[in-house]
């Protein structure tokens, strides 16, 4: 529920409410009056609608629970320990998520409303844990509310906010003491894992390649060549500790170039088999900033100049305020000439949920140059 008359009438403080008037149905929401925009996401439609704290947390638990259940039956950590255990609205906890990094746990508050509820996911996020995968091993439990300005705002239990993880074979360092994200993108992990086969004896760009998670997964299945560009020399250096955590790969089959993407393109010689673009929401070169879909005006000639024939783009778009038809068509716009091998979505533990659109943000393609 976003801001508007309505809203004004809240508590100034997190709170169950009863929301709903003579004309709509009624819903229990949970509110939360530090957001500027969204003032309450709903918990229940379904009667009974209660709204007493102890009903409410029996109801978290519970769901927090199925949660679990639900990823214990995906049997993901037969190939990674990153796994996503809690997808906020698409486990019907919203605004909570709950990520399995080897052996520590990231909680993801993007509601105030949980900061009043700690105490309880303090205590029940690891005895659930424990109960539902007893041959998981977690030491550390770190909460951090997410918020417009991008703070740490850490809090962390056992004293453990770094650790490795291992993703298909890789292995990736997570800190969540030195920036807002942890260093890798758990959401993608079923989407790189599906391109596994992409990658054998072919020339690779990553462009806006973060930490390196598509760029060492690359090498890792045979890749002959790996470009991986970013502006942040921060990203960068972590990439670099990354790859030194995975011996086994042929660090002279890797260059690094921090600068912005366009500029690399403008600078490369070499064309590649594989581009793989995923650029942030807003990204910046410092000057300007620019949304994620218009950055594709100025780049698209430019990596479809740097693709060998017969070459593949594999594209992304972060944002649920674009809808996957409208990024598609614009991409194809751009790209004429070439065609949709495949679509990329959100994996198996992230569920999305009819009419919620802001959990459907992960949106990918992959196009085959046929000039």
Known sequence: ????????????????????????????????????????????????????????????????????????????????????????????????????????????????????????????????????????????????????????????????????????????????????????????????????????????????CYTGAYSLFALKNGASKVVSVDLSARYLDWLDHNLGLNPKLDASKHERMEMSAEVALGKLEQNFDVIICDPPTASSDGKKVSRALDAYDKMMPLMLKRLNKGGKLVVFLNTHTVSRKAFEEKILSLCQGMKIQKTLALGSECPRLNGFPEGDYLKGLILVNQD
Request: glycine share 6%; net charge positive; with cysteine.
């Open 1 to 208: 529920m976003t801001a508007d008359e309505y809203t004004k009438k809240f508590p100034k403080v997190p709170s169950i409410i009863l929301g709903g008037d003579k004309k709509s149905a009624q819903v229990v929401l949970i509110t939360d009056p530090k957001h500027p925009q969204v003032k309450a996401r709903a918990w229940s439609f379904a009667p009974p609608l209660k709204t007493d704290l102890p009903t409410f947390r029996f109801e978290v638990k519970t769901r927090i629970r199925e949660a679990f259940e639900r990823r214990a039956t995906l049997n993901l950590f037969n190939e990674r320990n990153n796994v996503i255990l809690a997808f906020g609205e698409g486990d019907r906890l919203p605004g909570l998520m709950i990520t399995a990094l080897n052996d520590l746990v990231y909680v993801q508050l993007y509601s105030a409303f949980w900061e009043t509820e700690l105490n309880l996911l303090e205590r029940d996020i690891p005895k659930l844990l424990r109960e539902v995968f007893p041959n998981q091993k977690f030491t550390g439990l770190a909460i951090q509310f997410r918020n417009l300005e991008r703070a740490k705002n850490l809090r962390v239990l056992g004293g453990k906010n770094q650790t490795t993880i291992t993703e298909f074979g890789v292995n990736y360092g997570v800190r969540l003491h030195t920036h807002y994200d942890c260093g890798i993108y758990t959401d993608m992990s079923e989407i790189r894992g599906s391109l596994a086969d992409e990658f054998k004896n072919k020339t690779v760009l990553n462009l806006f």
